[in-house]
Nanobody, 118 residues
Framework: QVQLVESGGGVVQAGGSLRLSCAVS????????MGWWRQAPGNQRELIAH????????FYVYSVKDRFTISRDNSKNTVYLDMNKLKPEDSADYYC???????????WGQGTQVTVSS
């Protein structure tokens, strides 16, 4: 059974930065593309960034492009999301998961909450 443990969320002022981490266990981590999703209250969960198993190719939605960076350490079975120039509209619960097509590969973890104050 795959387990996902997200961490690193918190409260930050607009313009600030945070680094989210996601530790993955129970999967052959390096074989999977990994992604970060986020869900704000009243909104659907959306995939905002993903990268391939070797980290050679990345994708970002327009709203986070050039501000967020997704990376991974296959030796630690961990994926990261570096978030810079944060905006109040980035406030949401953030989740990681494997990416199967554009869908999550496994059951969700508990997520980590990010709040950006104006």
């Amino acid at each position: 059974q795959v387990q996902l443990v997200e961490s690193g969320g918190g409260v930050v002022q607009a313009g600030g930065s945070l680094r989210l981490s996601c530790a993955v266990s129970g999967a052959n981590f390096r074989l999977y593309s990994m992604g970060w999703w986020r869900q704000a209250p009243g909104n659907q969960r959306e995939l905002i960034a993903h990268l391939t198993g070797g980290g050679e190719s990345t994708f970002y939605v327009y709203s986070v492009k050039d501000r967020f960076t997704i990376s991974r350490d296959n030796s630690k079975n961990t994926v990261y999301l570096d978030m810079n120039k944060l905006k109040p509209e980035d406030s949401a619960d953030y989740y990681c998961n494997g990416v199967a097509g554009i869908k999550p590969a496994w059951s969700w973890g508990q997520g980590t909450q990010v709040t950006v104050s104006s």
